[in-house]
């Protein structure tokens, strides 16, 4: 598949020799439609997949080499038998508590008749404000 890059720099191109031929008033320059441009976009995704396919092989070859060379198991790999998403769903998670980020949500500190709850933290939430307004007190809320 062709990048979005590529496409945003032949937009570019044509915009910009479109609106070049314009300014200056020169006749002539032919500047491709919509259809044209797609069917460019087309041709070149093809060539893309055909050189992906090519160069597929090296690398499958490359990486068996450097498996066997290293002894390397599916497990050093991060593929368990649950698949690859388990295991990077994992890294993502030892990532973020790294980062200091929460990996949970917060304890309930406020809570109402019909169930709606607050942390505490953020914007006041509309169903607690209007029970303020109501003339409820926030410890007439609190959990």
């Given at each position: 598949?062709?990048?979005?890059?590529?496409?945003?720099?032949?937009?570019?191109?044509?915009?910009?020799?479109?609106?070049?031929?314009?300014?200056?008033?020169?006749?002539?320059?032919?500047?491709?439609?919509?259809?044209?441009?797609?069917?460019?976009?087309?041709?070149?995704?093809?060539?893309?997949?055909?050189?992906?396919?090519?160069?597929?092989?090296?690398?499958?070859?490359?990486?068996?080499?450097?498996?066997?060379?290293?002894?390397?198991?599916?497990?050093?790999?991060?593929?368990?038998?649950?698949?690859?998403k388990a295991a990077a769903s994992k890294v993502g998670r030892k990532t973020a508590?790294?980062?200091?980020?929460?990996?949970?949500?917060?304890?309930?500190?406020?809570?109402?008749?019909?169930?709606?709850?607050?942390?505490?933290?953020?914007?006041?939430?509309?169903?607690?404000?209007?029970?303020?307004?109501?003339?409820?007190?926030?410890?007439?809320?609190?959990?």
């Amino acid at each position: 598949m062709i990048s979005w890059v590529v496409i945003n720099r032949l937009l570019f191109f044509f915009r910009s020799r479109l609106i070049l031929c314009t300014y200056y008033g020169i006749k002539g320059v032919r500047v491709p439609t919509l259809n044209q441009l797609q069917k460019q976009i087309a041709k070149l995704e093809s060539q893309a997949n055909q050189i992906k396919k090519k160069e597929a092989g090296a690398v499958i070859a490359r990486i068996k080499e450097a498996i066997a060379v290293y002894g390397l198991t599916a497990a050093d790999l991060g593929l368990s038998a649950k698949g690859p998403k388990a295991a990077a769903s994992k890294v993502g998670r030892k990532t973020a508590a790294k980062k200091g980020r929460k990996t949970k949500a917060g304890k309930i500190k406020f809570k109402d008749d019909n169930g709606n709850v607050w942390t505490g933290h953020g914007r006041r939430p509309q169903w607690f404000l209007d029970a303020i307004a109501a003339g409820k007190t926030p410890e007439q809320l609190a959990t």
